[in-house]
């Protein structure tokens, strides 16, 4: 049975666009994220998807879809070519900058089956790329493969700088003995550090990075988290490893 474009409603209705990333507990089930705007494809792809044990979310749009990635971080990306307010192509890019985005495996699907398409979409980042109209049963064994694939770069869920770790999945900071209490921004912005320490990050580029396309952030907003980051990491009296680089930006590194 291929996988047609219009067609009755199955009745299964799909996840809501605004749907949390189910908490990442053991026998969670994979959360895939599907970004379409037609709605007979977005129905077929949910209850197929939740027939194989998936969880689903739903993104109708491109802005919608780079928000939803970011915020409930799936563990695979059904990504349509064609959408409004930006493409599927626009979408992959940008997600690939990402840290959170960058290894999250992405299927591209699409009407369009020219190989010049195909290569346009695997170099701007797409794991694998799968034609319209296409079987049920295919893109399930797709999406297996890619998951596999993905699994050592995602299994690779905590950081460790000194004496400072930090447990991705479980979303949880410890300094030494101390667990920390980190609100989400302080939590994502150290993040970004541990990634890569010792680099030095200017407030524009944390800006991009951290708070990504959010509106009506100031560059000086930077320091009042980097202020409350501080805090709490060195709320036992530790050394502080948050260095400020003069009219430049922030790195962490070993004082």
Same mark, same amino acid.
């Given at each position: ?6 067609g009755p409603?199955t009745?299964?209705?799909?996840s809501?666009?605004?749907s949390k990333?189910?908490e990442?507990? =053991?026998g969670a089930?994979p959360?895939?994220?599907i ?5 007979? *494809?977005v129905t077929?792809?949910d209850?197929n998807l939740r027939s194989?044990?998936?969880d689903t979310?739903? =993104? ?5 879809a780079v #928000?939803? =990635?970011l915020?409930?971080e799936p563990?695979?990306i059904?990504?349509d070519?064609m ?13 690939r900058?990402?840290p959170?985005?960058?290894?999250v495996? *992405?299927?591209?699907?699409?009407a369009r089956?020219?190989?010049?398409d195909?290569?346009?979409g695997? #170099?701007?980042?797409?794991? #694998?790329?799968?034609?319209?109209p ?6 399930l064994?797709r999406? /297996? ?10 299994l690779k869920e ?6 400072i770790?930090m447990?991705?999945?479980?979303h949880?900071?410890s300094?030494?003995d ?5 609100a ?15 680099r ?8 991009d990075?951290v708070?990504?396309r959010e509106?009506?952030?100031?560059? /000086?907003?930077v #320091?009042?988290? *980097?202020?409350r980051?501080?805090k =709490? ?10 260095r ?6 922030y790195?962490?590194d070993l004082?």
């Amino acid at each position: 049975m291929m996988m047609q474009t219009t067609g009755p409603n199955t009745g299964m209705e799909s996840s809501m666009s605004g749907s949390k990333r189910p908490e990442n507990t =053991a026998g969670a089930k994979p959360l895939v994220l599907i970004v379409e705007d037609e709605e007979a *494809i977005v129905t077929l792809l949910d209850y197929n998807l939740r027939s194989a044990g998936y969880d689903t979310v739903v =993104a109708r749009d491109g802005e919608e879809a780079v #928000d939803l =990635a970011l915020t409930t971080e799936p563990n695979a990306i059904l990504l349509d070519w064609m959408l409004p307010l930006r493409s599927g192509l626009e979408v992959c890019r940008h997600l690939r900058r990402y840290p959170e985005t960058s290894d999250v495996p *992405i299927i591209m699907l699409t009407a369009r089956g020219e190989e010049q398409d195909k290569l346009r979409g695997l #170099d701007m980042g797409a794991d #694998d790329y799968l034609t319209k109209p296409f079987s049920p049963q295919e893109l399930l064994a797709r999406l /297996r493969a890619v998951l596999r694939r993905s699994q050592p770069a995602r299994l690779k869920e905590i950081l460790v700088f000194a004496d400072i770790q930090m447990d991705q999945g479980m979303h949880k900071v410890s300094r030494g003995d101390m667990a920390l209490e980190l609100a989400p921004t302080e939590f994502r912005l150290l993040r970004h550090f541990m990634q890569f320490p010792g680099r030095v990050f200017s407030r524009e580029q944390l800006l991009d990075s951290v708070w990504g396309r959010e509106k009506d952030v100031e560059p /000086r907003t930077v #320091d009042v988290h *980097i202020r409350r980051l501080r805090k =709490a990491l060195n709320a036992n009296g530790d050394s502080d490893v948050i260095r400020t680089v003069r009219e430049v930006g922030y790195a962490l590194d070993l004082p």
